[in-house]
Nanobody, 125 residues
């Protein structure tokens, strides 16, 4: 079992930046592939980014590629999502997720076993 707690969401103007954090507790952090997803009302959870156990491999959804950066700090058991050049369409609840890192990369929400409670990001002028 691993517990995930997100933070860092808030209200930001278009063009601005935010950094989300997700702290993991429980089992060994380095065991897990980590990911970020987002969701708006009435829509399915959308893949944002994922990072390998070691942190040397990342993959992004097309809608955020070039604007968002995922990273992890094993000393702090934390995964980050740096979001730059935010647009209104980035408004959503952002979720941190974890999956056994020895399994293959996936962008499907149903393949992730552990989830945080979510943090709201609102992009508005």
């Amino acid at each position: 079992q691993v517990q995930l707690v997100e933070s860092g969401g808030g209200l930001v103007q278009p063009g601005g930046s935010l950094r989300l954090s997700c702290v993991a507790s429980g089992r060994t952090f380095s065991r897990y592939r980590m990911a970020w997803f987002r969701q708006t009302p009435g829509k399915e959870r959308e893949f944002v980014a994922t990072i390998s156990r070691s942190g040397d491999s990342t993959y992004y959804g097309d809608s955020v590629k070039g604007r968002f950066t995922i990273s992890r700090d094993s000393d702090k058991n934390t995964v980050y999502l740096r979001m730059n050049t935010l647009i209104i369409e980035d408004t959503a609840v952002y979720y941190c997720a974890a999956r056994d890192g020895f399994l293959s990369i996936t962008t499907r929400a149903r393949d992730y076993d552990y989830w945080g409670q979510g943090t709201q990001v609102t992009v508005s002028s």
